[in-house]
């Protein structure tokens, strides 16, 4: 799945306290690495069995450490939770910290962004 500079920038504008490690964090480049960890989140997630459920009842960052166990590379948080945003999800913050958990938006837009 192609992820592009102009996908994620759309991403941090909506968003501009999220950051490369997660919310409140320091913003990223959106240089081919990051690029490359948005699109494998992505795909883990448009693959990923009842993945709304998983969502809903674990951290972003707990969700960084499956993708990244699927797809045997290094994801940031923040890569992460934009992979998510793309996807149709929207944060739910339960704190002030880096993390978020999420919940289906009702209307979809993917690659639409």
Known sequence: MMTTAHEV?????????????????QPPA???DFLDQVATARKWLTGAP???RILA?????????????????YISNGAAI??????????????PGPNC???R????????Q
């Open 101 to 103: 958990y999420f919940h």
């Open 57 to 73: 009842h674990r951290s972003s960052y707990a969700v960084k450490h499956m993708i990244e166990k699927a797809a045997g590379r």
């Open 50 to 52: 009842e993945c709304s």
């Open 9 to 25: 920038r759309n991403v941090f504008t909506q968003h501009p306290d999220l950051g490369l490690f997660g919310f409140g964090t």
């Open 30 to 32: 959106p240089d081919s």
């Open 105 to 112: 938006q009702e209307q979809h837009h993917g690659n639409d």
């Open 82 to 95: 934009a992979g998510a945003l793309l996807e149709g999800f929207a944060p739910v913050r339960k704190n």
